[in-house]
């Protein structure tokens, strides 16, 4: 996906930086893709299919944002400590 320097919307410039907080990000993401859903209505009723095109490029970005700021907090790939089991099935003995 090649996102283009000109954002369709302001509040979808991927060059703002992205707030901290996690209700804030939400708020912003939510806000991209709402001025990005409007913009691509009104561009297909004019019939202009190119704009149209990177609106919606623009609205995959922001959706697959919106998928990662919406996952929970990852586990550790590994146990902190070797010697500590999750389960029986862990222990050989």
């Given amino acids: ?8 919307t302001v509040s979808a410039d991927p060059r703002r930086e992205m707030p901290a907080g996690a209700g ?8 991209a893709l709402a001025t990005l859903a409007a913009e691509e209505l009104r561009l297909a009723r004019l019939g202009l299919e190119q704009p149209c095109a990177r ?35 862990e222990r050989i003995r």
């Fill in 24 to 31: 804030s990000r939400h708020d912003r993401i939510d806000a």
């Fill in 1 to 8: 996906m090649i996102l283009h320097s000109t954002p369709i």
């Fill in 55 to 89: 609106c919606r490029e623009q609205r995959r970005f922001w959706s697959f944002l919106r998928a990662l700021h919406t996952l929970p907090d990852a586990a550790p790939a590994r146990r902190t400590n070797p010697g500590d089991f999750t389960s029986p099935g």
